[in-house]
């Protein structure tokens, strides 16, 4: 019998066999991790995917041509946009949008119609108060639409020489508040991973702090079974459950939302053990640290946070200042949801996700390391 | 045969928990094939004592060796070799008996394991529960279940803490069989109890309170060594009465055993002078041989003045 080691194959298998019966055991846990992210999947997804329609829209006009009165019809038409009220000055504009009454100003310039008909391409300005983003995307994509149709329309009746294939205004659209404008497409994918993250994380932080606090922990320190044997022991059952959990949200995602799936799913399932290893080493390493299941449960609680904002899923990454740049990136979710989104949505192959790989490798390595270090070998 | 050798060899062990002092510089010595008594008062640092010699604590001073090996250094050596039966039922209530057993098993790598499961479950009759889950079992087959499991591996030395504690009689008695055939067989044994009849069954004993160790030796070295003379009293109004001579001098301690007072001194003449004046009708006053009991309530009120 080989007393002492680091890492002993038996031991290991005989912390997995044991932790894959309690899993069985635990049904409330089990059904709780298979509804949860459904539940949230679709509660979060249909949120998001709500498509906003009038929205209060305020316009600065200092033009009162046919064209001008067109452009407003047809945005009104397109039902995306409310005509509020005509605002004349700047300052009034400005102050609608910054309290949120308005949630669009368009400006039309002075001598629109004039300018349309010199074919001096006019800006037409529309600023959008994108805070919440998935509220405006839509109503800015109708937008164009809209006054592209209108004007083609005008110009092709009347005064039909004008009509061409360019656009005969210059659209400028400002999403202010947020300049990057995050596409619902993005978000459901997006969604997997944080869900994953939430479920993992505190799926293991639980796990050794429950040993501790039913007094298991006790028993189990005074045999010759090793920390690391325990923490993998504990995270290898945790892994299936994670692909369970992917499973349910990609077909959800395909079937429910509809989202398009461009790249390999075998890539992305083969990389995503990556993912999921990181996230339940992290709560491994958290449930080293808490001292009961309250505490464990807050630190995953602490690490979801940013893990939601710091990452790229609520906030466009590039926006955020340096520091939470930073914070960010070390993050697995961070580079989780670049991965997926660069497969599912522009169709990434191997070479392209390696960049997105490494650093979760890096990621779950330290968490190793730390859990490794943190283990409590004694009850001190 | 040599000299006895000891299976646990501790000189100076000491332990601190913030700025309170749990073990102090406590000295022990366990040979092979002992059943060693470890008796005290609640608290008094015996459970602390244990997890120092199996690895679950670091001890801040002192040093020793246990089963031969260094108790600071190779507590991956001795693990492998000793059972620890914790005060808290400590497996898996989600687990069956079985599966506790296969567990444990596998973590000690166990040659043969079905079959020395298959064996342990016979010798403990503990085949009616086999397939139950531990959580559901009552405190005294949990207790069983928990023996079985510690002794499973084949250790050479059983730490056992509390073990007894809340369990029936016959299922105490059962239970002690077993240590007795266990140590018949070479096993030592470190038990921890609060029962004067378990005392009684072990080879030797060790008392701590707060922290020290107050006495160690076998059952009959502790009366003699206390020097205890012993009066019981039967008869009316013995609560009261007890109220009374606890004052006397002489008398160091007054415990009510059923229906009798047990007084005790070490002054033997002092205390037949403080009690002389109550020898008569209806009260009878009996000299009795001193019982481990009283030696250990003496020892716990000195350690309690210490």
């Known amino acids: 019998m080989n007393a002492s080691g680091v890492f002993s194959w038996r031991r290991f298998k005989a912390v997995v066999a044991k932790e894959f019966v309690q899993m069985r055991r635990d049904r409330l846990t089990f059904a709780m991790l298979v509804v949860m992210p459904l539940m949230q999947l679709v509660l979060f997804g249909y949120a998001i995917n709500s498509d906003p329609r009038h929205l209060p829209t305020a316009v600065l006009s200092a033009d009162n041509s046919i064209f001008s009165r067109s452009v407003t019809a047809a945005m009104r038409n397109s039902e995306y946009f409310d005509i509020l009220r005509v605002v004349t000055t700047r300052a009034e504009a400005e102050d609608l949008l910054r309290t949120g009454t308005a949630q669009f100003v368009l400006t039309i310039p002075e001598d629109f119609g004039t300018k349309i008909l010199r074919g001096e391409k006019p800006v037409l300005l529309l600023e959008a108060d994108a805070t919440d983003p998935s509220a405006t995307s839509n109503a800015v994509g109708a937008f164009k639409e809209a006054v592209r149709r209108a004007l083609d329309r005008d110009l092709a009746g009347a005064f039909g020489n004008l009509a061409s294939s360019d656009m005969a205004v210059d659209l400028r659209i400002h999403a202010e508040y947020n300049p990057e404008a995050i596409t619902q497409y993005n978000i459901v994918p997006g969604l997997m991973g944080t869900i994953l993250t939430l479920t993992l994380v505190m799926i293991t932080a639980l796990a050794i702090t429950r040993e501790t606090e039913r007094g298991t922990m006790e028993n189990l320190l005074s045999t010759p079974v090793s920390p690391l044997e325990v923490m993998i022991g504990k995270i290898l059952p945790y892994i299936l459950v994670g692909y369970i959990q992917m499973t349910l949200i990609m077909l959800a995602t395909r079937f429910l939302f509809n989202v398009p799936m461009h790249g390999s799913l075998v890539l992305i399932y083969s990389l995503s053990v990556l993912f999921i290893a990181a996230n339940l080493t992290i709560g491994v390493t958290f449930s080293t640290l808490a001292r009961n299941q309250l505490q464990a449960l807050q630190m995953s609680i602490f690490f979801f946070m940013p893990s939601m904002l710091l990452t790229g899923f609520m906030f466009p990454f590039r926006g955020m200042p340096a520091w939470a740049q930073v914070v960010g990136s070390i993050l697995p979710l961070t580079h989780y949801l670049r991965l997926v989104r660069g497969i599912l949505l522009k169709g990434d192959g191997l070479e392209q996700s390696l960049t997105h790989v490494w650093p979760m490798a890096l990621i779950w390595l330290a968490a190793v390391v730390l859990g490794t270090i943190f283990f409590r070998r004694t009850l001190d | ?306």
Not at chain 2, 165 to 186: C, I, Q, S
Not at chain 2, 207 to 217: P, T, V
Not at chain 2, 285 to 300: D, G, H, K, Q, S
Request: hydrophobic share 40%; aromatic share 8%; glycine share 10%.
């Open chain 2, 1 to 306: 045969m040599n000299a006895p050798q000891p299976v646990i060899d501790v000189r100076g062990l000491t332990k601190i928990f913030g700025d309170k002092t749990v073990v102090k510089g406590l000295d022990m010595r366990v040979n092979q094939g002992e059943i060693f008594g470890f008796l005290g008062p609640n608290g008094s640092g015996k459970t602390t004592f244990i997890r120092m010699l199996c690895g679950l604590l670091k001890p801040d001073a002192g040093s020793g060796t246990c089963l031969g090996f260094d108790i600071a250094s190779q507590n991956d050596r001795i693990k492998p070799h000793i059972g620890y039966m914790t005060q808290r039922f400590s497996h898996y209530e989600d687990l069956t008996v079985r599966e506790n057993l296969l567990f444990i098993g596998r973590i000690y790598g166990v040659p043969d394991l079905d079959r020395a499961v298959a064996a342990c479950i016979e010798r403990m009759s503990l085949g009616r529960y086999e397939h139950q889950l531990a959580g559901s079992l009552s405190g005294g087959w949990k207790q069983r279940l928990a023996l079985s499991a510690c002794t499973l591996h084949s250790p050479r030395l059983l730490l056992l803490d509390e073990p007894t504690a809340g369990v029936d009689p016959g299922a105490r008695r059962d239970f002690w069989d077993e240590v007795h055939k266990l140590a018949a067989t070479g096993v030592t044994a470190l038990i921890t109890t609060h029962y004067m009849d378990e005392a009684e069954r072990c080879h030797r004993l060790a008392y701590i309170a707060y922290g020290d160790l107050l006495a160690d030796g076998t059952a009959e070295e502790l009366i003699a060594q206390a020097q205890l003379l012993t009066y019981a009293v039967s008869g009316p109004g013995l609560s009261p009465l007890g109220e009374r001579l606890k004052e006397l001098p002489g008398v160091d301690q007054v415990a009510v055993f059923g229906t009798n007072l047990h007084v005790s001194g070490r002054d033997g003449e002092a205390l037949e002078r403080s009690l002389a004046p109550f020898m008569a009708e209806p009260l009878t006053f009996r000299r009795i041989p001193t019982t481990l009991e009283e030696v250990f309530i003496n020892l716990m009120q000195q350690g309690r003045k210490a």
